[in-house]
């Protein structure tokens, strides 16, 4: 019995070690088939690194301001008698907004009227029987006193009715309103908020050590999310002469144009200022950058060593710089001429051999429309 038992354990021994030997020459053969294969090249679309001129501006991020704008609020208590606007629309300088009511001003007026005409009269009188010397200059003074009491109330009736009858102080795009018809308001409730829209303050700021180099009249370039591909044009008009204590930064207003209103205030913007000086550098696709937390870097096409012919990729670490359109500026890592993958970097590997072939390569520019942004 325990003879029979050794011979099947020594039965399933020999199986195993054949078993395991069998599989140990599959995995070497694999590992052989996988050293000798040879992967087909991938193709990719190059671009050559070219050395370019840019305009030198100072970049920084703004907020749009109006060049006039208030909310319209009550200067004194009444009713809401009459709204003369429409939320939204456009008004004009001295159009009507809105009208309290005025009863108890205008049934004081004519009274008030009245009573400066009598002074006005007996003034006149009072003044030829002065000549005469038939009343004393006492008598004339109390006359002149008397009369201009009477007009000033004329005059403060009539302010009264002005002041309830609420004007826009000057052109510009109306809010939300914010009063009811029969609303009573008091003295300083908002009523509509006025914008003047166009054109427009763009408000930023820059370091102190760039004060030197600004002036009033300056370019300024303005882009907005808002309105992708769309840049708008304007000019330094204020630098301010105080710098802030806390950041060290000195407050910038350019005013550009905005004649369709599509800028508003309290968006923010990306503003340029252009300086009177170029700055000479490499400029390359931003598509052909791979980002990473490590470092940025590109594929650069090289010759394949001598007897493989082809093309193999290089990866090179760069430091980029300024952006402009598709390009971004090379400040360090790359040679004007070298060749680099344009496109679909995030699928190459150091050392990859590929074929170029830039018949569907895309179309770079410093100024793309939007529909190629």
């Not at 050395?51 to 970049?59: G, P, R, Y």
């Not at 309105?227 to 000195?250: A, C, H, K, Q, S």
């Not at 905005?258 to 400029?283: D, I, T, Y």
């Not at 190459?348 to 018949?359: E, I």
Request: charged share 20%.
């Amino acid at each position: 019995m325990k003879k029979r038992i050794l011979l099947v354990i020594l039965g399933l021994a020999v199986i195993i070690g054949l078993l395991s030997a069998i599989k140990a020459l599959q995995i070497n053969a694999m590992i052989d088939q996988g050293k000798k294969a040879v992967f087909p090249p991938e193709t990719v679309t190059t671009a050559a690194v070219k050395a370019e001129s840019w305009e030198a501006a100072l970049t920084s991020v703004g907020t749009l301001t109006a060049v006039q704008g208030v909310t319209v609020a009550a200067e004194l208590t009444g009713k809401v008698a009459e709204i003369a606007f429409e939320p939204g629309a456009k008004v004009a300088k001295g159009d009507l907004l809105i009208r309290q009511d005025t009863s108890t001003e205008e049934a004081q007026l004519p009274g008030a009227v009245a009573q400066a005409d009598q002074t006005r009269t007996k003034l006149a009188r009072d003044a030829e029987m002065l000549k005469e010397r038939i009343i004393s200059q006492a008598d004339y003074d109390a006359s002149v006193a008397g009369h201009e009491q009477a007009a000033a109330l004329v005059n403060t009736i009539k302010a009264a009715i002005g002041k309830k009858t609420i004007r826009a102080p000057f052109g510009g795009r109306l809010g939300i309103r914010q009063v009811n018809l029969g609303q009573i308001l008091r003295e300083g409730d908002p009523i509509v908020t006025l914008q003047s829209l166009d054109p427009i303050y763009v408000n930023f700021t820059l370091p102190q050590q760039q004060i030197p180099r600004l002036r009033t009249g300056m370019p300024v370039k303005v882009t907005c999310d808002a309105m992708p591909g769309t840049t708008i044009n304007g000019r330094v008009t204020v630098v301010n002469p105080l710098v802030d204590e806390e950041t060290r930064n000195v407050q910038v207003q350019a005013t550009v144009s905005n004649p369709g209103e599509k800028l508003r205030p309290g968006m923010f913007v990306n503003a340029a200022v252009g300086l009177p000086v170029r700055q000479s550098l490499l400029a390359i696709p931003a598509t052909a950058v791979l980002y990473a937390p490590y470092g940025d870097s590109v594929f650069v096409v090289d010759d394949a060593k001598e007897g493989k012919g082809g093309k193999v990729l290089r990866q090179q670490f760069v430091r980029l710089g300024e952006k402009r359109g598709d390009f971004v500026a090379v400040t360090q890592g790359l040679k004007e001429g070298e060749n680099i993958v344009s496109t679909g970097v995030f699928k190459l590997r150091n050392g990859q051999a590929v074929v170029v072939d830039n018949k569907l390569a895309p179309t770079f520019r410093k100024e793309p429309e939007p529909e190629n942004n």
